[in-house]
């Protein structure tokens, strides 16, 4: 009798992760060939998030509309990521992070080449949610996937390569947006995620582990994720009508209203659903409950002078160019500090040490920017400075939050983290930019004290909820 061999019906090869060849398993550093896989989408998403305004005067001139109009070609793709974030980090624990992660680069990749293509603003803005999308299935495993490759004692060194990953992208995106909005258009800012898709989701396929421990779900949460979205979404709103966009201020209160409202009723609904959305045991845990406030406050650090740097440079009769020198010191020293730390730190500074000195770092940095003189080489030093420490900082306090969470939940955890990065990312941009609107018509030196300000009271957050974090056990 001959035996007949059983196959797969092909469906099934879409919704399972596929195990990554003998060869590559075997390898003693396999774990770093994981890591590396996950720094594509690290860049790109700090590429993407640093090169798109640098295309709002070519969709203005393109499209024939107003500048408030344009940037929900950016907010649009921030609202979508930051409801999604949670939510897809559950799913992927309970499905495969793998999955979920290559998925996610199939459907960024695809809308990155319909943005290119799209015909009119309003399809760049559907197509840029779609984009969002993919992102939110990248980025909610991107840490997952790099604390489940790694060795427990090589974590965070791996995070700190990551973060690092996502510094070279923020720094070389206004260079590769300048020049490829000068050179080709800016269609061509969404098509150089194109080639880069591709090799990251063939490299995924084949370096990438599955997932070994699942966290099963039964019913999805469907009213927790239209609670979270409108909590998110309003705050995001809110926070950018009150940071100089045209609407009036009873509005403004409503969408302040409506989130703290929603997030009440998320609370509330997480407390009582058979299958929560969100394991609020896990913000109990005070390592994790602090060291997300500290991951949102450091990241409104790192993304305010974004905003700020090119505005106070151009103010003061600098050039774009020279804008855009002056602030590739700041992810650039983030890079430095995020590689080299382990190198030149003692073996015994531990992760709650070394936030601490991160926020020291930054909370220096910013102190200075208030005292000296604005000029470019100054600048460009104490941005660098303040890259340090962010890049001392955000590894060794990912670390502490993935580190107390069990490894079932470590999409989730990705995905609290990753939120929390896209809120600062978000209020560090709109509280800058209420500042400059608030100090419109006045000197340069008013609207850069305010902004500072802003930023120092953002680090001293950090510095406290990094102090209060529990101290590693020996």
Known sequence: MTAQVRTRPWPSLLVRERPRPQMIRSRPGAWWLAVATV?????????????????????????????AAIEWVSLAYLLTLVALLVPVGRLSDAYGRKLFYLYGFVVFTGAS????????LTALVVFRVVQAVGAALMQ??????VTTSAPRERMRAALGVQAAAQALGLALGPTVGGALVSALGWRWVFGINVPVGIVAMVAGHYLLPRTRGRNRVGLFDWTGLILLAVATTSLLLGVSAASGLSAPPWAV??????????SWAFVRRQQCAPVPLLDLALLRVRAVSSGLMAALSGYLVLFGPLVLVPQIVVRAGGSELLAGVVLTA????FALAALGADRVLPPGVGDRARCLLGVAVCTGALAAMLALPLSPVWLAVQLAVLGAGLGLFTPANNTVVMSAIPANSSG?????????????????????TLQLHLSHGQGVRDAWVRSIAVLLAAALVAAATAWLAPAERR
């Not at 080449?113 to 009119?120: F, H, K």
């Not at 909610?140 to 996937?145: D, E, H, Q, T």
């Open 253 to 262: 209160a409503a969408l302040f209203a409506l989130s703290v409202t929603a």
């Open 39 to 67: 720094c594509f989408g690290a860049f790109m998403g700090q590429l993407d998030a640093s090169i798109v305004t640098l295309t709002y005067g070519s969709l203005r001139t393109e499209f024939g509309t107003s500048l």
């Open 330 to 333: 700041l992810p650039g020293g």
């Open 412 to 432: 989730t955890g990705g995905g609290l983290v990753n939120m929390a990065r896209g809120l600062g990312t978000a209020l560090g941009v709109a509280l800058v």
């Open 113 to 120: 080449a319909a943005c290119g293509l799209a015909p009119s």
């Open 140 to 145: 909610a495993n991107s840490v997952a996937l």
